[in-house]
């Protein structure tokens, strides 16, 4: 009798395991979801937002700020250009996500400075997905072709 307990307990504490993974991937898919950068009308509101809010640092162009891969005297990098000539597009949506919503802090190294703001309270998800799918909607098939296999 002890033996089928101990059975149906594990049994329960498996499904339990795979329904919270499940819960939490589902809550993950419902923050970032899917960066449309078919859809006109999101990448029109993603620009607008991006001269807005980003632009100041990483450039009307998504050129980002001259030198940028050197550190300036205070240990700073400048912010990175957005287009394909830098690295924006080596992250998966979930970090780009992450990173625009919650700042570099998160996400940089312990030593690294940075003056990427959180944007958590100034742009909603469904802004910071369309600033996302403007930048990628820049960025040429063959980059575009091999993230989305990157984020699957």
């Known amino acids: 009798m002890a033996a089928g307990k101990f ?5 329960v504490f498996v499904i339990a395991a ?14 970032v979801g899917r960066i449309d950068t078919d ?3 999101v990448v029109a509101q ?7 809010h980003c632009a100041k640092c990483h450039g009307e162009n998504l050129q980002g700020e ?8 205070d240990g700073e990098l400048p912010a990175p250009p957005h287009d394909a000539s830098g690295h924006t597009w080596h992250h998966t949506d979930e970090q780009l996500f992450g990173i625009v919503k919650h700042g570099m802090a998160r996400y940089a190294p312990p030593d690294a400075k940075t003056n990427m703001p959180a944007f958590v309270g100034v742009l909603s998800d469904a802004e910071i997905r369309a600033v996302l799918a403007y930048i990628q909607s820049v960025w040429p098939d ?4 091999r993230r989305h296999a990157q984020n699957r």
């Open 18 to 31: 795979v329904l919270a993974v499940a819960i939490a991937g589902w809550g993950w898919w419902r923050t």
């Open 142 to 145: 063959e980059i575009r072709r």
């Open 39 to 41: 859809n006109p009308r």
């Open 66 to 73: 001259a030198d940028w891969r050197t550190r300036r005297p």
């Open 7 to 11: 059975r149906r307990r594990n049994f």
């Open 46 to 52: 993603g620009q607008a937002l991006y001269l807005r």
